[in-house]
């Protein structure tokens, strides 16, 4: 391959991988200039206008403006270090966000994984994920934005020993602060795990109380902790699904 060389507007665009039309539009727009075959007048592309046109496609591919890349080499050495110090912070920021994105989605696939383990171990010993939780109501801004940014911070609390009387709360990371602490995590308490069905049509009926009345039947019970972790549809019927945690006082 040399500055000889002459390749057609297929061949360009199979070695870039670029589309014809994006060429096309790019020569209109003027940010690379070509020769015409003198005697079918077709483009023709050279070893220069290959090096700019893969040029074209990595600054396109970071987001940078055609009309700023209008004679992108006559760019002087200020402004196109501008131009990419720009194009590197939004592009820092689009990852922030896809990284965002790839972190709730993992929490999906993670939820739903967890409800078949529930569905398949109706109650199962184990240690708690939640470190505290706090109430919560929504005209709180702060953490009504937590509760957005995270809905699977939503907990129900509840207290076996006194009514089931359900509270809204937060689960908060330990350092978080706030007067209204609903349930802070220990050591040595165990608790027993397992899946609720909260019917959202039938005026949110769940299983908490026949599933903890089962469990009483062995231990004497605490503190419960249901955590939301998805809605979707089963059996024609809306559900949220929720991992509830039941202390097990011995």
Known sequence: MNKEDKYTIGEISEILNIPKATIRYWEKEKLIKLSKNKHNNYREFNLFNLIDLSDLKFFRTINIPVKKLINFRKITLNNFSKLIDDASKKNDEKLRKYKNI?????????????????????????????EKVVKFEYYETKKTCRYIENINSYIKFQDSRNSFKEIRGLSVEKEFEDKNILWEKEKNIKFISFLVKEYVDLNYKNNIKKDVKEIQKKYKTGVILSKFLISAVEDDKLIDFFKAYVEIIE
């Open 102 to 130: 790839e972190k709730k989605l993992e929490g999906k696939k993670k939820n739903i994984n967890e409800i078949s383990k529930l569905k398949q171990n109706k109650y199962i010993y184990e240690d708690i994920d939640i």
